[in-house]
């Protein structure tokens, strides 16, 4: 693969402060049960529409890394945040409520760790506190991708599940006790393999999580066996396979420490097939589950590589194939 | 594929292919047979309760007129997709799913108004079946009043 320039950047002061989580009730029965800091018992979230849950998921984890971290609202430069809606309404809509600096991304489901990059640049250019947020709602991403709720279709083995959730994150140029620290971070190409099928997305995002994974890696000058765990955003079970045999070809065998945060997020009997997707997986494990690891000492190293699939209802409909991106960040206890 | 040949970006789509998980098609065809039967089933038990008071024809538009009437219930209940999960064409076919095609935009888009949710979104799933379907209705026509008839 011939590129130009070095795609992984170094930073030298981006400490993960504290993370936050909101989860949809699906999402607290799977796997992570107990791992969120607030789980909904509804996942209308006490709103007239699932489009103003969402927002309000939004609002309740940007608030709530804030205070978490003992921060005042004042101390925050900046929030940079998206999901998956059309003009990522959630993340905006809800960034009306802070008086800081906003800004709004979108890379599908790779929208959390090109979060964790952005924020973790602008720690190296002088800001003192960012907070990164990504998430999704099953319930707006099914209509807006597919088809109404309620109506009775027969589901493919390679779908997977909208998860529904926000994680946020707070980032500072400023080391506490026990802080993880965001170390690298490398940028994702676009890549098209020509998958056709919008239920497969699994299978669209292996190879540019592959092209990540290696270009980290020859880098860096790093193997998978420095880590204690990768874990990819939500390429699902038949996803993180292709990924291991697209990895192997390239010469790196990632098997022992290969994680998908969407295929672990829900148990099989709950028949989400493939596991979850969105932009919530990467964001829920990395702010409810990682992050504590990585405090408690259990992991030293990791990387966490977010998957994006880009298509829209429109580009699918006119016969565009699916091109994907993976964003990827290393974390250092 | 064979355990040595090499992933490309031209055989990749024959690749994922082969490595993905296979629809159950038997599986699905008995749960469709058996669930899509029930309900025609139910339909004909309707049609000859309606033959108790009216004459065969008023009767099966009555009993399609129930079910319709049934199908759009389970579907505000949120009960019709569940079914439609494992049962497939067998909940899609009969004239049940036609009511479950409109009734569900319709509950989904409630949230945007009744003209520009409900009224416009309403048959996002069942126009192009109308559309479709009146073309082909007017083309048939068309040959029957050349050629047969």
Redesign the interface.
């Given at each position: 693969m011939d590129y130009y320039k070095k795609r992984t950047l170094n930073f030298a002061n981006s400490y993960v402060l504290e993370g936050y989580t909101v989860a949809g009730p699906k999402e607290n029965d799977g796997r992570y049960n107990g791992f969120f800091d607030l789980a909904l018992k509804d996942d209308m979230f006490a709103q007239?529409?699932?489009?103003r849950a969402e927002r309000k998921m939004f609002e309740h984890a940007i608030e709530g890394a804030i205070a978490k971290a003992n921060l005042n609202e004042r101390e925050i430069d900046a929030v940079i945040a998206g999901d998956l809606l059309n003009q990522i309404v959630s993340a905006s809509f809800a960034a009306k409520k802070n008086h800081t600096g906003f800004l709004g991304i979108y890379n599908a489901c790779a929208t959390f760790a090109e979060s964790l990059i952005i924020g973790s640049a602008m720690l190296n250019n002088g800001l003192d506190n960012v907070v990164c947020a990504a998430g999704s709602h099953f319930s707006t991403a099914e209509?807006q991708y597919r088809?109404?709720?309620?109506?009775?279709?027969?589901?493919?083995?390679?779908t997977q599940w909208t998860a529904t959730g926000v994680g946020a994150t707070v980032l500072s140029n400023a080391a506490q006790h026990k802080t993880p620290r965001i170390t690298r971070g490398t940028l994702g190409r676009v890549i098209d393999?020509?998958?056709?099928d919008a239920n497969?997305m699994g299978?669209a995002m292996a190879?540019s999580a592959c092209d990540t994974l290696v270009t980290f890696f020859k880098d860096t000058g790093t193997t998978p066996s420095d880590y204690d765990v990768i874990y990819t955003g939500d390429l699902g079970k038949?996803g993180s396979?292709?990924l291991m045999?697209?990895t192997a070809?390239e010469g790196y065998d990632v098997s022992a420490q290969l994680h998908d945060c969407g295929a672990s997020l829900y148990w099989d009997e709950q028949q989400t097939y493939q596991g979850g997707s969105g932009a919530a997986c990467s964001a829920l494990l990395f702010n409810g589950v990682l992050l504590g690891r990585l405090r408690r000492g259990e992991y030293k190293r990791i990387l966490l590589a977010g998957t994006g699939a880009l298509m829209s209802p429109t580009t699918s409909f006119q016969g565009d194939s699916i091109p994907a991106i993976t964003h990827l960040v290393e974390v250092t206890a | 594929m064979e355990a040595n040949r090499e992933i490309t970006r031209e055989n990749y789509k024959q690749y994922v292919f082969e490595k993905m998980p296979k629809s159950s098609h038997w599986k699905n065809m008995i749960w469709a047979f058996l669930i899509g039967g029930t309900i025609c089933a139910i339909g004909q038990a309707f049609i000859f309760l309606y033959s108790l008071w009216f004459n065969a024809q008023d009767a099966s538009v009555l009993a399609s007129a129930t079910l319709v009437f049934i199908a759009a219930l389970l579907t505000g209940f949120g009960v019709y997709d569940s079914i439609g999960r494992f049962a497939g064409a067998g909940s899609t076919i009969p004239i049940t799913g036609f009511s479950n095609a409109v009734v569900s935009p319709a509950l989904e888009f409630k949230a945007e108004g009744y003209v520009y949710g409900v009224g416009a979104k309403m048959f996002l799933v069942a126009g192009p079946v109308i559309v479709n379907g009146v073309t082909v209705s007017v083309i048939v026509a068309l040959l029957t009043l050349l050629f047969g008839g």
């Amino acid at each position: 693969m011939d590129y130009y320039k070095k795609r992984t950047l170094n930073f030298a002061n981006s400490y993960v402060l504290e993370g936050y989580t909101v989860a949809g009730p699906k999402e607290n029965d799977g796997r992570y049960n107990g791992f969120f800091d607030l789980a909904l018992k509804d996942d209308m979230f006490a709103q007239n529409t699932f489009e103003r849950a969402e927002r309000k998921m939004f609002e309740h984890a940007i608030e709530g890394a804030i205070a978490k971290a003992n921060l005042n609202e004042r101390e925050i430069d900046a929030v940079i945040a998206g999901d998956l809606l059309n003009q990522i309404v959630s993340a905006s809509f809800a960034a009306k409520k802070n008086h800081t600096g906003f800004l709004g991304i979108y890379n599908a489901c790779a929208t959390f760790a090109e979060s964790l990059i952005i924020g973790s640049a602008m720690l190296n250019n002088g800001l003192d506190n960012v907070v990164c947020a990504a998430g999704s709602h099953f319930s707006t991403a099914e209509r807006q991708y597919r088809y109404p709720l309620e109506l009775g279709v027969l589901r493919s083995p390679v779908t997977q599940w909208t998860a529904t959730g926000v994680g946020a994150t707070v980032l500072s140029n400023a080391a506490q006790h026990k802080t993880p620290r965001i170390t690298r971070g490398t940028l994702g190409r676009v890549i098209d393999y020509g998958v056709m099928d919008a239920n497969n997305m699994g299978a669209a995002m292996a190879p540019s999580a592959c092209d990540t994974l290696v270009t980290f890696f020859k880098d860096t000058g790093t193997t998978p066996s420095d880590y204690d765990v990768i874990y990819t955003g939500d390429l699902g079970k038949l996803g993180s396979d292709i990924l291991m045999d697209l990895t192997a070809q390239e010469g790196y065998d990632v098997s022992a420490q290969l994680h998908d945060c969407g295929a672990s997020l829900y148990w099989d009997e709950q028949q989400t097939y493939q596991g979850g997707s969105g932009a919530a997986c990467s964001a829920l494990l990395f702010n409810g589950v990682l992050l504590g690891r990585l405090r408690r000492g259990e992991y030293k190293r990791i990387l966490l590589a977010g998957t994006g699939a880009l298509m829209s209802p429109t580009t699918s409909f006119q016969g565009d194939s699916i091109p994907a991106i993976t964003h990827l960040v290393e974390v250092t206890a | 594929m064979e355990a040595n040949r090499e992933i490309t970006r031209e055989n990749y789509k024959q690749y994922v292919f082969e490595k993905m998980p296979k629809s159950s098609h038997w599986k699905n065809m008995i749960w469709a047979f058996l669930i899509g039967g029930t309900i025609c089933a139910i339909g004909q038990a309707f049609i000859f309760l309606y033959s108790l008071w009216f004459n065969a024809q008023d009767a099966s538009v009555l009993a399609s007129a129930t079910l319709v009437f049934i199908a759009a219930l389970l579907t505000g209940f949120g009960v019709y997709d569940s079914i439609g999960r494992f049962a497939g064409a067998g909940s899609t076919i009969p004239i049940t799913g036609f009511s479950n095609a409109v009734v569900s935009p319709a509950l989904e888009f409630k949230a945007e108004g009744y003209v520009y949710g409900v009224g416009a979104k309403m048959f996002l799933v069942a126009g192009p079946v109308i559309v479709n379907g009146v073309t082909v209705s007017v083309i048939v026509a068309l040959l029957t009043l050349l050629f047969g008839g």
